[in-house]
């Protein structure tokens, strides 16, 4: 990172500032000969712009930083421009160069550098590289960072490598390709449904929720990928919230998952069950009402649904949009097993997937004003303690 943060050629940082810088200079047919005093005072008037823009991006980030200063240095024809960046927050008195300051200072400028080169709208049809955006950035910005490739990506190609799992699964768009190293060969194969795939590949990380603002729990993957549909049609800026959804299993591993232990690695967390019920009166099966004893002994958030699963509250208009079949409102039943019906309704070669279908699934539903209440007020319940701070 501290070679990155250094304004020379090759780096990140000089490769997008020195576009942000041009747009504000001469058309490539001009002569630089006789517009040297020209682009000289362009470029100062496009940097104290941008550095200004970036000092607001930064201090989103850091609020202790007063100023960021970007001096485009003299215009030499043969070295185009070499800017240098310095930051000046409010309890040093001089600026220092980018290049003395943290890792973790050194991404987030990366990060907001991006924003910029996002708003300005440079230049389209580009392809941009970036090995290990993520990295040092808190699981937050790793989101935020994410956030801003994809809008770059609207007008071109955006390639990254990442070991992040906060930034593969917030990502349901990209294509994506798990690349192995073994007896000297690398291989590369795309993952085309199960992202989860890569982050049994990379391993979870821990810091994922250990820095996170609040956790979610949830039995299995397919209620990560619903719970994030939910979450990116209702809370608005979803990806910068900081929460984090893991699953731990079905109900008979979380019937061992002590509350005590889970508040160290994050005191702020909610679970989130099936009810498993099969019949109406019957009421949650008994492991899901001991689990739900057990945290309400502890004060902490269990929520568990009215229907037997998350499946339960589909619309049928959806499912037959999505899995091309035809049934009736009567398919949907509050306690009926709806994968098992499923697989059986639809066509031969066919399939149901559990976590592609139902994401969207879901996706139609809200796109089509339908909704699913339960899930969404317990969203809000916990991006609005994970703001509480």
Sequence with gaps: MREETKLKGGTVLNRLLEPILKEGGIEEDNSLQDKTDELAESLTSTA????????????????????????????????????????KDEYIDQSVDIAERGSGVGSLLILSLMQTYVEMQVGEGYCLLFEEPGNFLHPAAERKMLSALKEIANEGQVCISTHSQAMIDQERDASMHVVRRESGETSFQLVEEDTFAIIDEIGARNSDLLQSDFVIYVEGPSDIAILNEIARHVISDWGSCNVVIQHLGGTGSLVHCDPEKLEKINRKFALLLDSDQKCEGEGPKKEVRDIKSNFDEYDKMCDVLDRREIENYYSHESINEICYVSVDESFVGEYDDIEKKLKSEMDDGYSFDKLKHGREIVDHMYQNGESIQPVEELLRDCVQEAQRG
């Design 48 to 87: 104290d712009i941008v550095s200004e823009d970036l000092t607001e991006r930064m201090q989103s980030h850091m609020a202790d930083i007063d100023h960021i200063e970007i001096n485009p240095g003299p215009v030499s024809l043969s070295k185009a421009i070499s800017p240098t960046i310095s930051i």
